[in-house]
């Protein structure tokens, strides 16, 4: 399936896009985790297992075992900062 | 709360404060208390001085993260009217970033819901700032103390 993912803030930034188009063949937000981080590089670093990053799924905060609709708008960012 | 008594917006221009209250209270003679939290962007965080700030946020998943707030609020409070304006963009010290305004019967409900909604708006709103300052650009850490000041509601009536 395809997914829109989004980037925000200083992920969007280390990443060097707002968003993209990926072909998804696994299940959950760990599994689109997996994916990004196998890219390597920043992908690898940002994402690693500790480091603090949020996963929106359809506009909702999920966690990591969530499962991915197909068409989903997925977002990743750092932990929130407003007000 | 009656259907419609309900402001959430996102905006890039400043707001009113004084404007805001009167719109709340205007005709509405149940009201009795109003509750108002107007944070501003300071000169200068962490130790270091900020000469501006920018705002960036995640259009659709704010406005409905937002609602949901003011809706928890609304099941946890009796309220009248609630109205949420947080800005976007580039700010300087000393503009306004977000108001939160609440109305109810008495203060009691109008000061907690007040509270909680800006609680919960720092720690689940999609907002990010980025900073700068005299050693540069930097975006800014989310903080202990908010979560924890989030949190403490889950054990309060």
């Given at each position: 399936m395809t997914l829109r993912v989004l980037y925000f803030a200083r992920l969007r930034e280390c990443f060097g896009m707002a968003e993209e188009s990926i072909e998804f063949a696994g299940v959950s937000v760990a599994d689109l985790i997996a994916t990004l981080q196998a890219r390597g590089g920043v992908w690898a670093e940002e994402l690693a297992a500790g480091r603090a990053f949020r996963v929106a799924v359809n506009q909702d905060v999920v966690a990591l075992d969530a499962a991915i609709p197909n068409a989903a708008e997925v977002a990743i960012f750092p932990p929130v900062t407003g007000g | 709360m009656k259907a419609g008594a309900m402001k959430v917006v996102v905006q890039s221009q400043p707001f009113d404060l004084g404007a805001e209250v009167a719109a709340i209270s205007q005709?509405?003679?149940?009201?009795g208390a109003i509750a108002s939290f107007v944070g501003l962007a300071r000169d200068s965080n962490d130790g270091s001085g900020v000469t501006a700030m920018t705002l960036e946020h995640y259009p659709g998943m704010t406005e409905k993260a937002l609602v949901t707030l003011v809706d928890e609020a609304c099941a946890r409070w009796t309220l009248l009217d609630v109205t949420v304006i947080h800005r976007v963009g580039r700010l300087l010290p000393g503009d306004p970033i977000v108001l939160v305004a609440v109305a109810s019967s008495h203060r009691g409900e109008a000061f907690a819901a007040c509270e909680f909604i800006m609680d919960a708006l720092k720690t689940r709103a999609p907002f990010w700032k980025k900073e700068e300052t005299p050693g540069g650009e930097r975006w800014v850490d989310a903080r202990v103390s908010d979560a924890e000041a989030a949190e403490r509601w889950d054990g309060i009536e």
């Open positions: - | 005709q509405r003679t149940a009201i």
